[in-house]
Nanobody
């Protein structure tokens, strides 16, 4: 069955870094557009970054441009989100999302908390 499993979340101080991973299985990962979303308490889920199936096209939310980097390794069926210069407002549950072939899949999320 389809699985998207996020990992790498945790507690970090402002200005710190984290690297999230999303391990995919059960579908042809290399043909899907992949996204990272996040949802903070009391707020709607928002798109953080997206990457095309081959990795050549990337897009970012204005709030994370210059600080976050999305990447993928199709040989490992894994997507990443390198998050640098983290701010308190980056605190949220981060979700992995796959879109393609008329399908949309979601992971269970990983908590990122930025606090001193």
């Amino acid at each position: 069955q389809v699985q998207l499993v996020e990992s790498g979340g945790g507690l970090v101080q402002p200005g710190g870094s984290l690297r999230l991973s999303c391990a995919a299985s059960g579908f042809t990962f290399s043909t899907y557009f992949m996204n990272w979303y996040r949802q903070a308490p009391g707020k709607e889920r928002e798109l953080v970054a997206g990457i095309s199936s081959g990795g050549s096209r990337k897009n970012y939310a204005d709030a994370v441009k210059g600080r976050f980097t999305i990447s993928r390794d199709n040989a490992k069926n894994t997507m990443y989100l390198q998050m640098n210069v983290l701010k308190a407002e980056d605190t949220a549950v981060y979700y992995c999302n796959a879109r393609g072939n008329g399908n949309a899949y979601w992971g269970q999320g990983t908590q990122v908390t930025v606090s001193s």
